[in-house]
Structure formats: structure tokens, C-alpha cells
């Protein structure tokens, strides 16, 4: 995939602007009928936004934390759930560029420069509280296995990686990248709400 590479806040600002005259048309009509945005979401990474926040020495834009506000806000104002589908792709670029060891940064920034999307699989059901996980990670010979199940996991159906919280074997809370074809995944479309019909917000497993 290759994705349209955008260099300052104000180019990300404009482009924000241009899309999101392109898909506040059909908006309503995909929500009540939950066509999925496949195509939408195409030309949503196509358009370099998802890239915005790429730090410059990684070749992204390293927009501020305002300019990443209002061109979600500008999308979400034309459709509710492509304003929400990119929440956790931020969050997990945000994780990224505070914990990541460099060679990390360097090949998953890359990948989003690309036009590759993350999407999220974090919240658990039946956990005593939001924040607990019981996800694990175990290593198993030179890799790592991973087993648990998630619920409410936005922009996993439309991702190229899932991340996912999981406990490790000393019982740390790691964040793990996971390619979204990786065997034992599954993601489940699962998901019914009102309002915000398509933002793939369904169920994965990890076996």
C-alpha cells in the first residue's frame, strides 16, 4: 500500500478538510445500513493522516497534539465512526514513541508511513476492574504465544496490526503488535450499537 506522505500541520489540516467533504457523503446511509468503510478507510490512509503523528525523525509530520484534535474532529463530523476507527492507531503510535526501543520505531513507523492501519484489541470482559488484563504472553522458543480474548476491539476488523495488552511471564503488562494474519487470530464482527454502526468494534481471539 503506499500512502501519500504529509510534512506539516497545515498540509494534514487541509487534506482533513478535502476528505472530509468525500466522506460525509453516504455517512447516514452506511450507518443505517452498516455498510462497512472499507473503501473509505482506504482513501483515509491513502490520504497520509494516519501518519500524522510519525515523529520527523522517523519521516512523518509529528503534528501537535491540536492539530491531531481537530482533524479527528473534522472527520468525526462528517461520519461518527471514521472519526473513532483511528482513536487506538494514535494511541498505539503514542505507546510507540514513548516505550519502543528504536528498531521498534523504525520498522512499525515505516509501516504506517506506508498506509498500514493498527487497530486495537485491549479491553477484556469479567476482568475486576477496566484495567486488569488476563491476556498472556509466553515465550515459546524463539517467539511468543499469545492466548486470551478481547471485546470492544475498534479498528480491528479494518487493521493490518492488532495491538493487543497482554501479560508476560513476570506478570508485566506489555503491549504487543501483532500482524493481523498472524495464525490463531481471529477477529469476530461481532459488534451492534446504535449510532456508530460500522466502526468494527467486535470481538478477537488469540489462540
Known amino acids: 500500500m503506499n500512502a501519500t506522505v504529509i510534512r506539516t500541520d497545515g498540509e494534514a489540516l487541509a487534506v482533513a478538510d478535502e476528505l472530509a467533504r468525500q466522506l460525509r457523503r453516504d455517512s447516514a446511509l452506511r450507518d443505517r445500513e452498516r455498510r462497512l468503510p472499507?473503501?473509505?478507510?482506504?482513501?483515509f490512509s491513502r490520504s497520509?493522516?494516519?501518519?500524522?503523528?510519525?515523529?520527523?525523525a522517523f519521516g512523518g509530520a509529528g503534528v501537535s497534539y491540536v492539530t491531531l484534535a481537530k482533524i479527528i474532529a473534522r472527520i468525526a463530523q462528517?461520519?461518527?465512526?471514521?472519526?473513532?476507527?483511528?482513536?487506538?492507531?494514535?494511541?498505539?503510535?503514542?505507546?510507540?514513541?514513548?516505550?519502543?526501543?528504536?528498531e521498534q520505531q523504525q520498522r512499525l513507523y515505516a509501516e504506517v508511513l506506508a498506509g498500514r492501519r493498527f487497530?486495537?484489541?485491549?479491553a477484556e470482559l469479567g476482568t475486576k476492574t477496566a484495567h486488569d488484563r488476563t491476556?498472556?504472553?509466553?515465550?515459546?522458543?524463539?517467539?511468543?504465544?499469545?492466548?486470551g480474548r478481547k471485546f470492544y476491539s475498534t479498528g480491528a476488523l479494518y487493521a493490518q496490526?492488532?495491538?493487543?495488552?497482554?501479560?508476560?511471564?513476570?506478570g508485566v503488562q506489555r503491549l504487543a503488535f501483532v500482524p493481523a494474519d498472524?495464525?490463531?487470530?481471529?477477529?469476530?464482527?461481532?459488534?451492534?450499537?446504535?449510532?456508530?454502526r460500522t466502526t468494527g468494534s467486535g470481538s478477537v481471539v488469540f489462540d
Do not use: M
Not at 183 to 188: E, N, R, S, T
Open 38 to 43: 472499507h473503501a473509505e478507510l482506504e482513501l
Open 48 to 56: 497520509g493522516l494516519w501518519a500524522i503523528s510519525v515523529p520527523k
Open 78 to 102: 462528517a461520519d461518527g465512526s471514521l472519526g473513532q476507527i483511528p482513536q487506538n492507531h494514535f494511541y498505539a503510535l503514542e505507546v510507540l514513541r514513548v516505550n519502543g526501543t528504536p
Open 119 to 122: 487497530g486495537n484489541a485491549l
Open 135 to 147: 491476556t498472556r504472553l509466553s515465550r515459546e522458543g524463539d517467539g511468543y504465544r499469545i492466548n
Open 161 to 170: 496490526r492488532i495491538p493487543t495488552s497482554v501479560i508476560d511471564d513476570d
Open 182 to 196: 498472524a495464525p490463531g487470530l481471529q477477529v469476530i464482527d461481532d459488534w451492534s450499537g446504535f449510532g456508530q
